[in-house]
């Protein structure tokens, strides 16, 4: 009698033999890996208004955890003012590498949990204030019905940081998929996992995986590293969305979409991919876009720019009509996320007057002329001016009195350096006594064109 197996079953087997993403607990005694999706500044700005309170009753939920990246990122962050992470992950294989990963660091504040997000929900835990769900829903049988187990334990006011696969970028890998279909029948998951490397190490040049990827190193990455060939490659489930898809998504379970966001290095997933300004130089075609609802607008960078593999977003109950792209509320007190470096204001008023061009060591930059005011106000966005602080220093201190309507001058002048250097993150928002912890990995820098 054969018996058949169900597919949630067979993606339990996958993970429980190859645990993803590999990582070597050891590792974490010389880096920490910090996923920027749950990045609590961001989550803060994007999800919460940047108001809210992250304190030892904030509570957090990793759902499909996999070897730990959220998990020891957000128990990192947690850990000094004592909040609590939940990991929730069936395969033990998996959560094994998690809690060795968490022990090497010393982190205590972990719940471990082995069950799968259908069996979670159906046990009714208390709610939680954020839940990361990373790279798992797109793996269900019915990711809509996972969706809506996450939000059945979401706070009234809570809010998830999601990742899915992006259908217009991930074209390479569907394609893979077809083509390989037909030669994995009868071949357990090994012999597929053979079969596999033996196609990767002869790719034609032409190949669109080789495209997708930037070239024969991301091929010699994934010969490498056997649990990403096989969930990147062989995984038995998976969907994928295009921008109007996440939105459909997001709906189907009670929630909008707050913001998307950027997903480790993943080149074209930024937030500012989806900004048609960053994506159309033409005036007139700029406008013309611009005239589209928000998601149709997303929706025409995807396409356009053909080359997002993935999705990274927040999702929340209310919609907020992703007003976090705005001048923040005038009690909140702009900051940067984003350092400057030591020089940084000294170079911008030395460069007065020439056109500079302003780096965050990852790819991300942009070029401006400004005079020694922009430095002096620069200078004052320190998390503790308000941005009505700002707007009276800029109004009284720096801008020349003359008999027209100075505050209004003030604020859209405010308004247009906030969304300059809020483009790449650069710039947060948080209470003047809330949450304001910096970028570690980015330092912004000035040279001259």
């Known amino acids: 009698m054969m018996v058949k197996i169900s597919m949630s079953q067979k993606v339990r087997e996958l993970y429980e033999q190859f645990p993803y993403p590999l990582r070597d607990p050891q590792q974490e005694k010389d880096r920490l890996l910090m996923p920027p999706l749950d990045t609590l500044s961001r989550v803060n700005h994007y999800c919460f208004g940047a108001s809210r309170d992250i304190t030892a009753d904030f509570r957090t939920l990793v759902a499909g955890g996999g070897t730990g990246d959220s998990l020891i990122w957000l128990a990192e962050q947690l850990r ?128 669109m995986l080789l495209k997708m990827g930037g070239g024969p190193g991301f091929i010699k990455g994934l010969l490498e590293n056997d649990p990403e060939i096989v969930d990147l490659l062989l995984h038995p489930v998976e969907c994928a969305y295009d921008v109007h898809g996440v939105y459909d998504f997001a709906a189907s379970a009670g929630l909008h979409v707050a913001a998307f966001t950027g997903f480790f290095g993943f080149g074209g997933t930024g937030k500012a991919h989806y900004n048609i300004e960053n994506m159309v130089r033409d005036a007139g075609l700029v406008r013309e876009v611009s005239a589209m609802p928000l998601r149709d607008q997303q929706a025409f960078c995807e396409r356009f720019s053909g080359a997002m593999p993935l999705h990274a977003f927040y999702l929340t109950r209310n919609d907020t009509g992703q007003t976090s792209e705005m001048l923040p509320d005038g009690e909140l007190a702009p900051y940067f996320f984003v350092p400057p470096n030591e020089t940084f204001f000294d170079d911008l008023i030395a460069l007065a007057g020439q056109p500079v061009l302003i780096e965050d060591g990852s790819g991300n930059a942009v070029d401006l002329t400004g005079g020694p005011d922009l430095a002096r106000l620069l200078a004052i966005f320190d998390g503790k001016n308000t941005v009505a602080d700002l707007v009276r220093v800029l109004r009284d201190e720096i801008l020349d009195k003359q008999p027209i309507d100075m505050n209004s001058i003030a604020i859209n002048t405010l308004g247009a350096v906030w969304a300059l250097f809020h483009k790449f993150d650069w710039m947060l928002a948080a209470r003047s006594d809330g949450w304001q912890k910096p970028d570690t990995q980015r330092v912004l820098t000035v040279r001259k064109v």
């Open 80 to 207: 000094e003012v004592g909040g609590q992470v939940t990991y929730l992950e069936p395969s033990a294989a998996s959560t094994k590498v998690a809690r060795a990963r968490a022990e090497a660091r010393g982190l205590t504040n972990i719940t471990y949990v082995n069950a799968t997000i259908d069996a979670f929900a159906k046990s009714s835990p208390d709610g939680f204030d954020y839940i990361n769900c990373a790279g798992v829903l797109h793996h269900l049988e019915n990711p809509e019905e996972g969706l809506r187990d996450l939000a059945s334990v979401l706070k009234p006011d809570g809010a998830m940081g999601v990742m899915v696969y992006g259908e217009h970028g991930r074209l390479a890998v569907t394609e893979w998929r077809k083509m390989i279909e037909p030669l994995l029948v009868g071949k357990d998951l090994v012999e597929q996992l053979a079969m596999t490397r033996k196609l990767l190490t002869n790719l034609p040049e032409d190949n």
